[in-house]
């Protein structure tokens, strides 16, 4: 059987140039991060199927790669179903990880715990642009704080980083909450059970429009004085701090919303206007779902001029941890959408700034011993001084051999020949 030079469907190589890219972007995300107080940490991307299949990840969990059992516990012949040849899988995202790192490690680590994670996780999705099947995410997690000053934190943290990333690329932060989506569902007359299929149809405004919402609502069997009083909630509400309080004196005054729901998102939208330091849109936009069903509170999401999707997203979720404990935790986090901040970045043309100079050594096959021993000693010069040095053997396309290495980002060349130096 012949081997295969592609990679595997929904999954790419990564070229030098984009390498350099990638490494830059990781590295601003750190930094950022780290200066608001977040610790790195890793887990492993190998987790038990049981806690991968526990119900908390959505569709997600329609998308995991199982991982068979290995040597005698691996019986095909005797197996019923799936679950008695598997064991594990790749981590479809890093939250679910993070919840039971929490609760593994939760008497060794500082309260509230505010966490930082960079690593791949894998979902047997439908690749396209900027989505692949092995994708690195980037998240922060606060856990063991309640107030809505995690959520402050994360959006503040995030956007700065979007922002020294990007700054030619405007972006807007929509926010919500999980308690206004239900109470809007819930004062309109929608039973509790139906919920999950109202957000699902919802959650395709952007897409459709309101018409098609109300049809779609319409056609699940849904009488049409509930569905037009529930379309009717979304009209006439300013995207604003203030809207949110209008919003909040329908629901809570009748019962269908926590009191301080709607304050406590007003509250998080009128701080993060008032101390943000990155140039940014901020808007409540009551139709905002999220489809990750763990969400329990506040949920926000970035989008980006001219690229289509959200490049961020996150929200509170303060039963997860509880899974794995029997205790509730307070958890809220937001994860960049690391390949689509990439992926615009190449589209754009984008250069690393203020990279450090890099050259390249190119010595004449048949070179003696004295000479190359010369070359190293010149490269190494020049290391100590912060330039990046690749010392190579001339080919014979030598003009094709430096294009590619321009690509690469060497912009200076000393050939050395092995009876004369020519700069």
């Known amino acids: 059987m012949a081997l295969k030079k592609k990679p595997v469907t929904g999954m790419k190589d990564v070229l030098p140039a984009e390498m350099q890219i990638r490494e830059y972007v990781m590295s601003q995300i750190k930094e950022t991060y780290k200066k608001f107080g977040f610790s790195q940490i890793e887990t492993p991307c190998v987790e038990h199927i049981e806690n991968l299949t526990s119900k908390q990840g959505g569709d997600n969990e329609k998308l995991i790669f199982k991982i068979l059992k290995r040597g005698e516990k691996l019986d095909v012949a005797a197996a019923q179903n799936e679950a008695d ?154 995207n604003d701090a203030e809207g949110v309080r209008q919003m909040g004196r329908v629901l809570e005054e009748s019962g269908a919303a926590p009191a301080g729901t709607c304050e406590n998102l007003a509250h998080i939208m009128d701080t993060v206007k008032d101390v943000a330091e990155a140039e940014f849109t901020l808007f409540f936009d009551p139709t905002l779902v999220r489809g990750m ?66 050259k390249a050594y190119l010595f004449e096959k048949g070179a003696s011993q004295e000479l190359l021993s010369q070359v190293i000693r010149e490269a190494t010069e020049e290391r100590k001084n912060g330039i990046q040095v690749l010392v190579a053997q001339m080919n014979k396309n030598k003009k094709f051999q430096k294009e590619q290495l321009l690509k690469e980002g060497y912009t200076e060349f000393k050939e050395f020949y092995k009876n004369a130096l020519k700069q």
């Open 85 to 238: 040849v598997t064991d594990g899988g790749l981590r479809y995202d890093l939250t679910l990880p993070l919840s039971r790192y929490y609760a593994n490690n939760a008497a060794s680590l500082p309260a509230p715990f505010k966490a930082l994670q960079m690593g791949s996780v894998w979902r047997a999705d439908r690749p396209q642009k900027g989505r692949f099947r092995q994708f690195v995410q980037c998240d922060i997690d606060i856990l063991g704080d309640p107030t809505c000053l995690a959520e402050i934190e994360l959006i503040l943290a995030t956007t700065t980083a979007l922002g020294k990333i990007c700054p030619d690329n405007s972006f807007t932060v929509r926010i919500n909450d999980r308690g206004i989506l239900r109470g809007m569902a819930a004062y309109c007359g929608f039973p509790e059970e139906s919920f999950d299929q109202v957000f699902i149809i919802l959650d395709k405004m952007d897409k459709i429009g309101v018409e098609g919402v109300e049809k779609e609502l319409m056609e699940a069997g849904y009488g049409e004085d509930m569905v037009k009083k529930y379309l009717g909630l979304f009209t006439g509400v300013t």
């Open 293 to 358: 069903s763990y969400y329990t509170g506040t949920i926000f999401e970035v989008s980006m001029e001219g690229f289509g999707g959200s490049v961020a997203g996150g929200g509170r979720y303060d039963k997860m941890i509880g899974k794995f404990t029997g205790m509730e935790t307070p958890a809220c986090g937001f994860s960049i959408g690391f390949e689509r901040i990439v992926t615009i970045l190449l589209d754009n043309g984008f250069v690393v700034p203020e990279a450090s100079a890099k």
